[in-house]
């Protein structure tokens, strides 16, 4: 039998941000294409990547993910400058950009890697994320939240083509903007 505690998918996530003063922060809220560039056009952001975290196998694959067998979830991993963009900030879109009642499924997109979770890397982030749950759940008063807030795990970068999917054009070629800002409908 295994050593849970030697499972690198089970530790947690110690990569460090790209640059000094910049911290990461990770979130699930479905599909990670759409939630990816909502949070691109976030002033103070700096980089996203898309990958698998949560989940007990090693270098999962999007095949194996999709499988519903690794516990991954899709996440998106934000480098942000917290002088520019407070972490409530990041918050507060995870929440405007998905159905946190909804178990395992957001839209047509249904499996364990959909799920909600809020992925925190310390105790502050944790905290504002409690109480970020608290008062959306007050919103949606009748609608339970099954959002997981749990201590990152080991981040695995998605393949390349998922990386900045619908910047890049997704499957229609039809490329949407990362600038700043922008409003655009995803």
């Not at 699930?28 to 698998?52: N, P």
């Not at 339970?144 to 910047?167: C, D, G, S, W």
Request: proline share 6%.
């Amino acid at each position: 039998m295994s050593n849970h505690n030697s499972n690198p998918a089970s530790q947690p996530d110690l990569d460090q941000p790209d640059a000094p003063g910049l911290k990461l922060a990770q979130f699930g809220a479905g599909c990670f294409w759409g939630v990816e560039l909502a949070f691109q056009r976030v002033e103070g952001v700096v980089k996203t990547e898309v990958g698998y975290s949560q989940g007990h196998i090693p270098d999962p694959t999007y095949k194996l993910v999709c499988t519903g067998t690794t516990n991954h979830s899709e996440v998106v991993r934000i480098h942000y400058d917290p002088n520019l963009c407070p972490y409530t900030n990041l918050l507060s879109l995870f929440w405007s950009r998905h159905d946190p009642t909804t178990l395992n499924r957001q839209g047509g997109d249904v499996g364990t890697q959909y799920r909600s979770g809020i992925y925190y890397y310390d105790g502050d982030q944790e905290k504002l994320a409690r109480e970020s749950m608290e008062i959306k759940q007050n919103e949606t008063k009748n609608h339970k939240i099954v959002t997981e807030i749990l201590p990152a795990k080991k981040f695995y970068r998605a393949e390349e083509y998922h990386q900045q999917y619908l910047e890049k054009g997704g499957g229609r070629g039809c490329k949407q903007s990362a600038n700043k800002g922008c409003n655009d409908p995803i």
